[in-house]
């Protein structure tokens, strides 16, 4: 076969159905607590939430696979796995440490320097840094390439100027990577001239401007830049060649059980609407739902076993959040379509139609955030040797 | 090297050698089948299924499922899942496999034979593949007073009705009334009709996957080739979403089948998280086929629509397979039960459990 693609059976390993057991139970008596409710969307508006992420650190399970030296536990890929998909399904308030774990913890330990690694990660682990990724701008978005916010040369560091924008957390980052213009690309390579900062939100020169969204909520923000100073040593990996470092965590970002988890909370009310004897429609509907997403997670499984073993399922990991998020966004419309015939005064109907309601409007983003479908496209035809 | 990939480059050399989908489409009759099948059969693999004792090549179950997605990447058109399937049926009864291709059954959930207590079949069972072209018919029957049993009946005794797959396969009713079977021998319930099923399901999702990673290569390889508007039209953006599209049904598909495969070959029992998977894979590999299919025949134009063309012996396997048994809504309602009778909290423990 000419376009060869992997997905095979990858079984988690007995060791994370310890640490599922653990994790449950920790999830258990934080809804107890009342710190996060699974159904009615916790995380809608809990999202941020320091004493969660804190207790989180504390149990070890964020940077849970970075060395012990940067306050890691040099746990496997396969285990960070489990913690993410519970921590989804409960809807718990992950925001403040997610993007750090998952993404700035990874490019800092691989392109940091020592001193920048020793003050950073191991606050990572223990919950206390919010981050941000700084890379859209009002005039590049998907084309991360022709992004102007500039880096000017300066003693001992750089001065930052230019806007970045749909920044995520800004409002409450301690940090952020920025990708910012350090030269102009070059005639061979439009890509060349980009380089990776770590931002201290801190630095003078940073302001950050509220964006709402359509749901009332503020995660959007504007960040301008106005000769904000960054020390040399806050540069990650080598100047002007940026493009040659983010191609591989990709992977990493795409596959994970957060693309199609995010709202799982519409398919938990969807049972509960539906009752105990669905009709055959209701019964139909859902049955090819749930057989979508195991379909989905064996997938999603499949390409995490390959990253634990040193693999690069670009094309793999591109169709998994194709297909994850394309499922996810009509998600809300299947369960609408399904529900509606269930009794008006039925027990459940009004948390369903409440959850299912948010859950619509978030729908369209999330086929937009962390790669569009039309760029994963575009991946997945060159991986099949089409361009 | 895992032995299912050995078998599986075997199992693809040999059906490249003796059944490729290109001369068998070019073929003026059936004359290539008789000298095809004996070269499968003499490889072992109609029997890999059953234990060497009992007359079969005692193969792996991982073994069986990669000659079947070889088979379903070949589109053969031979009895070998349904051989393999019945030698798996013989074998649940402790009962030898006969040489010759067999076929098997029930196929269609409302349909049942019986055995009355004087030792003759009766019932009739629709939609047995390849039946009229089969020696023998190995049958889960129910007895009469209780109790699941394997029959084993010689073809020429049943009443075999004609009749066409959508794929141009035999597809047969098969009229059981006053047959006395060669061979009969009880099940345990754990290895009965249920069983049989959640197995014949993951049959034929493995050799649906097998044949939709085979039209991923043929769009790929003619998007690439055919030339409009002065390039290939693999260079327009829209034929290439599309054919990725199209690989992300092969890969649900592949994903899905690959695990109730797994899942089979790894576990003791066909307990409740074998039918989530075997119902998932029947589900969502049959989505994938009908999607899949509808792309590929797109990119291909009016070529892929001709006889001539070998992608019809792909696309009209995936129509025909969805249905064997029981299709996407069938396998849907049953999950969709199953879960809504679970109740929201036992969801995700069943998902996350595989």
Redesign the interface.
Known sequence: ???E?T???V?LPPECAAL?AEVRAFLREEIEAGTLSP?VGGGIDGAFSPEFSRKVGARGWIGMTWPKKYGGQEKSFLERYVVT??FR?ANAPVRLHFVADRQSGPVILKYGSERVKAAILPRICKGEVCFAIGMSEPNSGSDLFAAKTRATKTDGGWLVNGTKVWTSSAHHADYLIGLFRTSAPTKENRRHGLTQFVVDMRTPGITVNPIYQMTGNHDFNEVVFQDAFMPDDHVLGEVDGAWKQATSELAYERSGPERFLET?YV???L??V?????D?R???????L??????????SV?VAGMLHAGKEPV??AA??K??GTLWEQKLPHRARDLAAFVEEGAANRASFEQVNAYATMVAPKLTIQGGTT?I???I??R????? | MATDSIVAEAAARIFRDVCDPASVNRAADEGWKAPAWAAVEQAGLPLAWVPEGLGGAGAEIGDGFAVLREAGRSAVALPIAETLLAGWLLAQAGLAAPKGAMACGPVRESDRATLAKGGTLSGRLRAICFASEANHLALLVEREGGGEAVALLDAGAAGIADGKSIAGDALNTVHLDGVRPVAVADVPAAAGREAFVLMGATVRSVEMAGALEAILDIAVGYANERVAFERPIAKFQAVQHNLARLAGEVAAAMAASGSAAEAIAAGASFDEGVFLEAASAKIRVGEAAGEGAAIAHQVLGAIGFTKEHTLHRFTRRLWAWRDDFGNESLWAVKLGNLVAAKGADGLWPMLAAR
Do not use: N
């Not at chain 1, 209701?282 to 090819?288: D, H, K, N």
């Not at chain 1, 991986?383 to 361009?387: D, K, M, P, Q, V």
């Open positions: 076969m000419a376009t693609l997905f095979d059976p079984r599922r159904d998909e519970e399904v799982y398919l938990s009310e049972v509960r539906l009752g105990e004897k669905p055959v209701g019964a139909e509907g859902l049955g090819r749930v057989a979508q997403l195991h379909a989905l997670r064996r997938m499949s094309v793999e169709i998994v194709d297909v039309e994963l496209r575009g997945i035809a991986g099949l040797g089409l361009r």
